[in-house]
Nanobody, 114 residues
């Protein structure tokens, strides 16, 4: 059974930092990433990383967020620095396994106070 379990969300002041973690289990995962969804908005890609650590970022987070992964631990991280109120959202971990099946975590809330 595939599971993605996120942690690390919370409340932070603007300009602060948070680190999200997502532990995946039950398969071998190729691409992993983070998406976010703010109230009334569509879910959007924040950052993605391949198994070989190739990365892709949304323009809005480039230079502030860093995605990384530990393949031995099946874990993907999102280091978020210089957070802005517009970064507030529910952040979802996403993973695609070797069968090209896509899985989602349950989401973790990030709140940024101005």
């Amino acid at each position: 059974q595939v599971q993605l379990v996120e942690s690390g969300g919370g409340l932070v002041q603007a300009g602060g930092s948070l680190r999200l973690s997502c532990v995946a289990s039950g398969s071998v995962f190729n691409d992993m990433g983070w998406y976010r969804q703010a109230p009334g908005k569509q879910r959007e890609l924040v950052a993605a990383i391949t198994r070989n650590s190739g990365t892709n970022y949304a323009d809005s987070v480039k230079g502030r967020f860093t995605i990384s992964r530990d393949n031995a631990k099946n874990t993907v991280y999102l280091q978020m620095n210089s957070l802005k109120p517009e970064d507030a959202a529910v952040y979802y971990c996403n993973a695609r396994n070797w069968r090209n099946s896509v899985y989602w975590g349950q989401g973790t809330q990030v709140t940024v106070s101005s």
